[in-house]
């Protein structure tokens, strides 16, 4: 199926923009679900999952109090279980569980939402700071240590080990996607940038600079950079932040934000830290589960196949929306903000440097952190996934596949049903997240 | 109170960025409810309401169904109507009523609101279309038009005429806000563009790149384009579309994008045009009312000191959220868009080309179209007003400056009392419009 000039002519019945997580998960999902519909992916990149999503943590969790992050997370969960054990696609998926440490103020107001949250069928396990202390090498009573009261540091009085939650590999999740896309008959085009949406009027006068007001514009497709328009009744974006670019040029709010998000690999170079790493009957994997200090909220990833640590934190407060072609680490983002905090509770941590460090822009939404999944004109939109992209990725493109085909319900995996308008911003309806985490 | 350096070293009790109409009546009234604190708005521009606010079409209405826009704007405009008539201060305040056409089938649509609105004492008196066409010379049956029916016009059935409703002098009501200001002891900086604003974390402890995200960051004050910096308690950022720039620059969402709105002006230079400028019997002042068209929605207003009529419409799909420093009046935008629509009600504007045209910016909240007023970390964001700016902003400066002095409830004028949250974002609270208009 080359890219031929004739094609240009072709009408489509879909184009999606973005073949990262979302873009791949709502194409695959449209395909499913019609099978005889003519659908193209259109990508910057050289390959599927190479933009933000490929900068990912790649963590997922089945565990939330909102009823919307619960379901959007746990089917999707549950799928990829399905593809990595049933169809034995290697998604690389490992049950490390997360690991919540919390002091003794933060986990009593916690307290009431994580019994609610029990008693409706989620499950994890109490430590008390202890155990976690004594399993993990950790500093649990900070409250003595100067420098830890001047950041605010707080004590390690609770665990909350989840254990349904881990880690995936997103490179291996969108090539499952994209590949059996493909599989299907979907179209790809890598490195084919998307400069604008097309908007037309219903009926054209051939006026120039169609369409006015009084002419119902309405999207027919899009022009990649090199000056082609591919036409297609539906037109989806799902680029992620760059989705903004398009969406601003057409007047249509996605209401999501980019904001940077960096990680930082050190590697378990000293026996203390490999004792860190491969800490004992936590998980299935022999390993230390993902791990979340109690304040503020810095966590670190186990990545056994590199022998190294991931670590992160989610700045709110001063870190700008900023739409960056190449964003980058920053070395005193690990120096002044997230090495001082793990040396406290993780002394093993003492003179470690980074061997590696990456960033990626979150598309941020700053209503609720929930997808935005809604239609206008022709144009599907869908983002917003707020840093949950990988681990919701599969409901979120079934909600948007049921949107394209006009069913109100999404069937989610497992047979469970949702609300496609749930998602929209008309009839918007999320419950709020209260576990506070 | 000239710009000394010595001044860089005060620390103000508040800085409010923008000397537009939201922010000169903030500034008014943080003055007036804090007579002693020192407070400085800086402007990038020469004056008073130069920038977006002079580009309005000053027009203003106490005519909604939503409570939250009624409130805003009635009060806003009874202030109005006291400073103009017993401050005997000229607004240019001019009662022309806003007369709006529907047909049939809208107007059975907002039958319904129209009389909750009546039964809640909200004035206003209907006329047929044969009254309306009669008095203004305008053809009301349109159905038998091959063009009009391509451009979906609809008949002129009904027209509603409201009479708390007209025009203000913009640039009069901003000098009256910043001369009052200015006469308590405040200061106003022109010229002076600010740049970021400043982030400071609660203890400095010297760090390269402070405050981290341990470090409590807040706002500080601000640095100017010249470099330098104007330190205060807290800092209210009221800078209409250009306040998304700074706060994008810490994180802040205000939710409001800008969008581009044009007005062109049509000289009354021929007969007919002077006779539908001077329609009779409508209003006190002798004239047509503001006039809204009824589909597309174009609307005139009769500026008699100009013998002109300004035309426009405000667009929404397809027309890009941009930030631009002189956007322009598209000459086809009114000779494809607004002219052909016109003259098929109104033949006296065939061949009527404007004299004049310009345009500027909304800062439009896609969220709910209410104004947003919240405070973070001594950050105070005053904006999204949506077009409403002119006619809500004494009760939008009366919310934020209480929200400066940390009074739950505002008092707007007349004594009506307005929760400061309902118009923030976490405890959001405005009631939909319903009527559509």
Redesign the interface.
Known sequence: MGVWLVNELRMYDAVVVGAGILGLATAYHMKRLRPEDNIVVLERLAGPGMGNTSKSAGMFRSFFYSKTNLTLADTSIEFYRHVHEELKHDLGIKWTGYLWLYDEETYRRAEPVLKDMASRGVKYTDFTGEEVAQRMGQRRELSGDVEAK????ANVDYGVLVPKAGAIDVDALAKFYANSFVGMGGEIRYKTAVKRLV?EPR?S?G???E????Q??RVVGVETEDGRVIRARKTVVAAGVWSIRL???????G?F?P?KRQLFSVRAETEELRRLLYTKDLNPEGCMPFLILPR?RVYIKPVLEENAFWLS?A????????LEDEPKA?E??YR??IY??VTKYLPQFEGRMPYASWAGLYAIN??DGQPVIFE??NLLVVGGASGSGIMKADAIGRIAASLYVGEEQAELYGGVRFRVSDLGMEKRRVEPEKLVI
């Open positions: 001047v950041m605010g540091l908007l009926t006068m006026l120039p600079g369409p006015y007001f009084w119902e514009g969406l601003d040029q057409v007047g249509v709010d209401h934000k904001k503020p934190y700045d709110e407060f001063g870190r700008p929306f900023q920053e005193n983002y002044y903000g001082p905090i700053t209503l206008e004109n």
